[in-house]
């Protein structure tokens, strides 16, 4: 029986990529487009939704802290 192979749509660049261990750039299909998507991680284009109650509660965790 031959192994189903799952394809993945690269998060970059939309090109197809096949989801294996081999592949050590999975979901990418490149190093180049692994380091864009860091780079937009690094420049804050993308942001993980907060509550504006735990940015407060966070801030004065830290306060507490130092």
Not at 43 to 61: F, I
């Amino acid at each position: 029986m031959a192994e189903k192979i799952t394809k993945v749509a690269c998060p970059t660049c939309g090109k197809e990529v096949e989801w294996r261990p081999e592949n050590a750039f999975r979901p990418f299909c490149s190093q180049r487009c692994k380091l864009i998507d860091l780079g937009a991680w690094g420049n804050e284009a993308y942001k993980v939704p907060a509550e504006h109650d735990e940015l407060q509660q966070d801030a004065q965790q830290q306060d507490r802290n130092t």
